[in-house]
Structures are given as structure tokens and as C-alpha cells.
């Protein structure tokens, strides 16, 4: 059986060939029976192994050698509100931060965005890093969603594993792309609620073998 610690290693050091960090910004968790494993603050993902993941409790104590991410408030209460959420990912690829940064939510340009469960991708209002304010408006954001964006600050997504987690991360920040290429040409035409609609009900089948 694969070790929880090595496999949320393997998808930190996966960020940066991805395009999805640079350096130790950004953090991932996995759940693990009553809490979950964290990546470290500070420490680059290619120095780290098993042991360094910190090991949280959803009130908010944690064993290990290292500290936990600073950002843990929001990976602690999405695990305690969203039972079905199994993994988390944020970082600061650039399309993301650049859209957060305009605190722009994402429309719906393009059908994909219902992949993340509604019609936009919302943009959470302004809090400071590691805080517990920045925790509550990100839950507000990720209400009825699989990802968000942070302002002037990053993208967060919670999948049902690590490699859920990983792909909507690659798939969000494809779609900031996306929509900040388009909009240099013009204001990109939207699909309409009726559109969307229909793309959601198709997508709630969709893959299920």
C-alpha cells in the first residue's frame, strides 16, 4: 500500500514541472482518518520526504518534525465542511494570480468551467495569507465548487484525491489562460444560463463508468 505522505510529495514536486509554482509557495493536503497530512511551510518540495509531512487534527494541532503550511486554516475547514473532499491543492501559477489580482471572477467563456461544479469560477474576496478570515471567504467562494481564486493571491481546488486535485489545478489555471488570451482579442461571448445548464447535467454522468 502506497504511502499518503510519499504520494502528496510526489504531486508538490508535480506543481512547478506543471507550471503551477515556483519555489515553496503553494501547499497540498491529503485526508488521512480523522485529519490530514500537509505539506510543510518553507521548504522546497524537492528536499522533503515522509517525515516532514506534518500529520493535522481538524482542531488544528498537528504532530510532526515541521510546521505545517500556513495556509492549513483553509485546507482544515474545507476537510471539516465537505466530507466528500479528499485532497487540496493552492498555489500561485500565473494566469490565476494574474485574474486574482483584478479580482475578476471567471465567466462562463468556455464550457469547461462547469467542471468546478457551477457557471463561474468566483474570486474570494481579499484576506491576508494564513488567516482566518481568508479561510471564511474562501469556503463563501468554494460553495457548491470544486475551485476558486483567491484575490491577489492564487487558485485553491479540492478534489476527491490527489490526482483529482492535481488535474483541476492544470485545468483551472489552463482556463485563466484561456480567458486572458481571449480577452486581448475582445469580450468573449458567453454561454448562456440554459447553456450552462445543460453542460452541468451532462457533466454529472460524465466519466462514470
Known amino acids: 500500500m502506497t504511502d499518503l505522505r510519499s504520494d502528496l510529495i510526489a504531486t508538490a514536486r508535480a506543481m512547478q514541472p506543471a507550471g503551477l509554482n515556483r519555489g515553496t509557495s503553494g501547499n497540498v493536503s491529503v485526508r488521512h482518518g480523522d485529519g490530514f497530512y500537509i ?12 517525515d516532514d509531512m506534518p500529520l493535522m487534527a481538524l482542531d488544528g494541532s498537528w504532530q510532526g518534525s515541521r510546521k505545517p503550511s500556513s495556509e492549513w486554516r483553509f485546507h482544515r475547514d474545507l476537510y471539516a465542511s465537505r466530507p466528500e473532499v479528499g485532497a487540496i491543492l493552492h498555489a500561485h501559477s500565473p494566469f490565476a494570480v494574474s485574474l486574482a489580482c483584478l479580482r475578476l471572477d471567471i465567466p462562463p467563456f468556455h464550457y469547461m468551467i462547469a467542471r468546478f461544479g457551477g457557471d463561474t469560477i468566483r474570486c474570494a474576496e481579499y484576506s491576508i495569507f494564513g488567516s482566518e478570515s481568508l479561510s471564511t471567504v474562501a469556503l463563501t467562494a ?26 483541476l489545478a492544470v485545468e483551472l489555471e489552463e482556463l485563466c489562460e484561456q480567458y486572458w488570451r481571449a480577452s486581448q482579442l ?24
Open 186 to 209: 475582445g469580450q468573449p461571448v458567453l454561454l448562456s444560463p440554459e447553456e450552462m445548464s445543460a453542460v452541468l447535467d451532462k457533466f454529472a454522468g460524465y466519466g462514470q463508468q
Open 39 to 50: 505539506t510543510p511551510t518553507g521548504m522546497p518540495y524537492d528536499r522533503l520526504n515522509a
Open 142 to 167: 468554494m460553495a457548491g465548487r470544486k475551485g476558486c481564486l483567491l484575490a491577489n493571491h492564487g487558485m485553491l481546488v479540492a478534489g476527491r484525491d490527489l490526482d483529482e486535485a492535481f488535474a
